[in-house]
C-alpha cells in the first residue's frame, strides 16, 4: 500500500500551479505585478557571504537567511520603470543605487567612496542627480580608490534611520557627506522574478559586490573582522564564521569621517527592525547550515550561494590559512566565471543577462520534494524566446532545484543537473 502524503503546503501549491502566463489559471485575471528590487551578494575581504535573518513577522521570507537588499522605492529611485517597459527587467543605475541604499538600510555597510578620495572634480557634483536617472551603468572597472568611506557609527545608524523612514532622500545625503555610490563595484548576476499565482511578486537584479581585500582583518573597527571562518571561501561545513561582529563599532575617534582607509573593514549590523541578526560566513557554511535545517533558505540563495561556493572551491588553496593571493584568486576566478554563461539552450545567455523564474514542473517525487525548472524567464516575457510562452533561452536550462515546501519555508533543497533527474532531453 502506498503511504499517504502530507497534504500540500500553500507555497508547494503555489509553485506547483504556476504558470507563465499574464492571466492567473484559476481567476483569469491580471496577475500581480513584479515590483522591481535588487540585492547584493556581499563577499567580505576574506570571501564569505553575508546573509541577513528576516523577522518571523516579515511580509516576504519571513525567518529566512537573504542577501542584503529589497524593492526600489520612488522616493529614493526615479522614474522607476513602468510594469510594461522592458527596463524594469533590466539592470541599470537605479537598480544598483537601490541595492546600495537597501544594503546600508538594512546593515550599515555603506558601498559608497568619498569624492575626495576619488578626486572627483567639484563640477561633477551638479551632475549627480542627472546619473542618478542614468539607465545605462558604466562598465565594471575598479575604481580610482577600492576604499569606502568611513562613516562613525552615531552619525551612520542616524541617517540610517532617516533614510528608511524617508525622512531624507539617499542620494542627498551622500552628497552632503562628498561621497559617491560605488556603482561600479556592483556586478550582475541573474535576475530572479517570481512565478505568475504567487500573491506578491518581484523583478529582483541580483548583483556580486567585493569588499576591499586591503583590510586588518584581526584589528579592523570593532576588534572582531568580518568573519573568523577558517574555510576558504567555499567552506567545508566545518566552521561557521563570526562575521556578525560583536563590538560597539565606534570606531578609530582620530578618523575623521569621510576618510579612507586601507585598515577599515566595515561590520554589518542589522536594522533590528527586519532583521534580527547579520553574518558573514562561508557558503559552503551556510548552505550545511540549510541542509542540517538551521536557516532558511529560498531557491534563489541557495542556487547562488552553491554557484559561488564551487568557483571558490575550485581555486581554493590547500592552505588552511590561505593567504590574500588565495583569496584575491578566488575573486578572479568568478570574475571570469561571472563574464561567461551556461551551456545548453540558454549558452549564449551571460550570467548578467540570465533572467529566472523558478516554476514547478507538474511533478513530485517518491521523496516528497518537488522539481523547480529555471529555464524560463517568466510571463512579462511571454511568447519571446525559444518557446511560446517561457521566455526560454533565458535562464538556467541544465538545472534544477528540488525542494520540499514545508510550512514554515524551503527545506530538503538540492540543485542538480536537468537531465539527471529528468532524464535524456530533460523533458518530463
Request: net charge neutral; hydrophobic share 25%.
Amino acid at each position: 500500500m502506498t503511504p499517504s502524503r502530507p497534504p500540500k503546503t500553500e507555497l508547494e501549491k503555489q509553485y506547483m500551479t504556476s504558470s507563465t502566463s499574464n492571466l492567473d489559471p484559476k481567476t483569469k485575471t491580471q496577475i500581480a505585478i513584479a515590483q522591481p528590487s535588487s540585492s547584493i551578494l556581499l563577499i567580505s575581504p576574506n570571501n564569505q557571504i553575508l546573509l541577513l535573518h528576516r523577522t518571523k513577522t516579515s511580509s516576504a521570507f519571513p525567518s529566512a537567511h537573504v542577501f542584503p537588499g529589497g524593492t526600489l522605492d520612488p522616493f529614493h529611485e526615479s522614474p522607476i520603470p513602468e510594469p510594461s517597459s522592458p527596463l524594469r527587467h533590466a539592470d541599470s543605475h537605479l537598480y544598483r543605487l537601490g541595492a546600495i541604499r537597501e544594503c546600508f538600510e538594512e546593515c550599515g555597510i555603506l558601498l559608497a567612496h568619498s569624492k575626495v578620495s576619488r578626486n572627483v572634480p567639484t563640477s561633477s557634483r551638479s551632475n549627480n542627480h542627472e546619473t542618478d536617472n542614468d539607465t545605462n551603468p558604466p562598465p565594471n572597472k575598479e575604481p580610482p580608490n577600492p576604499q569606502l568611506i568611513y562613516i562613525p557609527t552615531p552619525q551612520k545608524q542616524h541617517a540610517r534611520s532617516q533614510i528608511y523612514t524617508k525622512a531624507k532622500n539617499f542620494s542627498a545625503w551622500l552628497r552632503e557627506i562628498d561621497a559617491v555610490p560605488d556603482t561600479q563595484g556592483l556586478i550582475p548576476f541573474t535576475r530572479w522574478i517570481t512565478p505568475g499565482n504567487l500573491k506578491r511578486r518581484f523583478t529582483t537584479q541580483m548583483y556580486v559586490y567585493f569588499l576591499p581585500l586591503d583590510v586588518d582583518l584581526e584589528g579592523s573597527e570593532s576588534g572582531s573582522g568580518s568573519g573568523s571562518g577558517s574555510g576558504s571561501g567555499s567552506g567545508s561545513g566545518s566552521g561557521s564564521g563570526s562575521g556578525s561582529g560583536s563590538g560597539s563599532g565606534s570606531g578609530d575617534p582620530d578618523r575623521k569621517q569621510g576618510e579612507t582607509t586601507s585598515f577599515h573593514v566595515q561590520v554589518p549590523q542589522h536594522d533590528g527592525d527586519e532583521h534580527t541578526a547579520a553574518e558573514f560566513a562561508d557558503c559552503g557554511v551556510w548552505l550545511e547550515r540549510a541542509r542540517r535545517g538551521e536557516v532558511i533558505l529560498f531557491p534563489p540563495q541557495f542556487y547562488l550561494l552553491g554557484l559561488v561556493g564551487e568557483v571558490f572551491s575550485s581555486s581554493s588553496s590547500s592552505s588552511s590559512s590561505p593567504s590574500k593571493q588565495d583569496f584575491k584568486n578566488q575573486r578572479m576566478t568568478l570574475k571570469k566565471f561571472l563574464e561567461g554563461s551556461t551551456g545548453g539552450a540558454s549558452s549564449s545567455t551571460k550570467w548578467a543577462d540570465k533572467i529566472i523564474c523558478p516554476v514547478g514542473l507538474g511533478v513530485k517525487r517518491e521523496d516528497g520534494r518537488v522539481i523547480l525548472g529555471l529555464g524560463g524567464a517568466g510571463p512579462e516575457f511571454e511568447g519571446e524566446g525559444k518557446g511560446k510562452g517561457k521566455g526560454k533561452g533565458k535562464g538556467d536550462d541544465e538545472r534544477v532545484i528540488l525542494v520540499r515546501f514545508l510550512k514554515e519555508g524551503p527545506r530538503d533543497l538540492e540543485v542538480r543537473g536537468r537531465e539527471e533527474v529528468l532524464g535524456r532531453g530533460g523533458k518530463l
